[in-house]
């Protein structure tokens, strides 16, 4: 589906979120939910909505909510959680070929180790290794993985359980996947579909006008099962780390990990707030008023 102009009204403001854009995906069952999409799908989708509507920044978008800038027609933006090079070397390229702002959210933790997020660890794992049975603790039977497709129901159930449970932790089901594999855990890959940008790289994209860079946390935790301690080095991280070391004069943006409701809560936008965070959409999947909070903005993901 390239058509996402079907998402524009007039009179609504629309928020695309995607994760990355890769010159090619043939992985047997890596990014089977198309958290990459390929260049040439992403030139067509941002070539129709350019046909369609009208891009705009996120810093625009709060500028019309203090009566600084009027919303042209069926606005749009661009975003991307996480921090991929391929959002500088693959998806920034296309962008300014159709002169389309993006803001960027980046983990710093990523950003500083080359890491990774747990399900990319576990993806990468069922690839690599090619596992014949798992038993997982919220499961009597082990999970019998003969093909692509029970592979793909696994992982489907590796991102409800563990998603939808403040009680477990991720780092102990990677672990205890790759220990059944008799694998050490991978904790960083070259491959397109983790690569993350260095501190460098970023400050390279923030440079370019079009484009914006904030926080998305620093191990990529959900902030609405953290304490208040974690709550805030992980909001606090990211944004120290920008202006440190991505030499960052200040911080406006941010997204919260996952983005479901209840992924983030009151507490964490007034420390977002404290920080000089402006805006921080979720990842709930709708469309937004245009006077809608810039706190609790949905997105319509790109796949």
Not at 96 to 114: C, H, L, M, Q, W
Not at 131 to 142: I, N
Not at 158 to 170: E, Q, S
Request: aromatic share 12%; hydrophobic share 35%; proline share 5%.
């Amino acid at each position: 589906m390239t058509n996402y102009s079907q998402h524009l009204r007039p009179d609504r403001f629309v928020v695309f979120l995607l994760h990355g854009v890769v010159e090619k995906s043939d992985y047997r069952v890596r990014n089977y939910t198309r958290k990459h999409i390929e260049a040439a799908y992403f030139d067509d989708v941002i070539a129709d909505l350019v046909e369609h509507g009208n891009a705009i920044s996120l810093d625009q978008y709060v500028e019309h909510l203090t009566g600084n800038f009027e919303l042209p027609e069926s606005p749009y933006a661009i975003t991307f959680d996480d921090g991929f090079e391929n959002n500088l070397t693959v998806a920034a390229p296309v962008l300014r070929k159709y002169g389309v702002p993006a803001t960027y959210y980046v983990t710093s933790g990523f950003i500083e180790d080359n890491g990774m997020s747990w399900v990319d660890q576990i993806e990468l794992c069922v690839e690599k290794f090619r596992p014949s049975s798992l038993t997982m603790p919220w499961r009597e039977t082990p999970y019998e993985l003969t093909d692509p497709a029970s592979e793909r129901a696994f992982l489907d159930d590796v991102r409800r359980f563990v998603k939808g449970d403040r009680n477990i932790i991720p780092s102990d089901i990677v672990e205890l996947i790759y220990r059944q594999c008799d694998q050490p855990v991978i904790a960083a890959s070259d491959d397109p579909l983790d690569r993350k940008m260095t501190w460098e790289q970023v400050a390279e994209l923030a440079s370019d006008e079009l484009f914006t860079v904030g926080g998305h946390t620093h191990t990529h935790v959900i902030l609405g099962y953290q304490d208040s301690e974690s709550m805030k080095r992980e909001v606090d991280t990211p944004i120290d780390m920008l202006l440190e070391k991505a030499r960052f004069s200040e911080v406006r943006h941010f997204s919260y990990p996952e983005g479901f409701d209840g992924s983030y809560t009151e507490e964490t936008i007034q420390l977002l707030k404290t920080r000089g965070v402006v805006c921080s959409p979720s990842a709930i999947e709708d469309i937004n008023e245009f006077d809608a909070d810039p706190f609790h903005l949905r997105r319509i993901f790109i796949v």
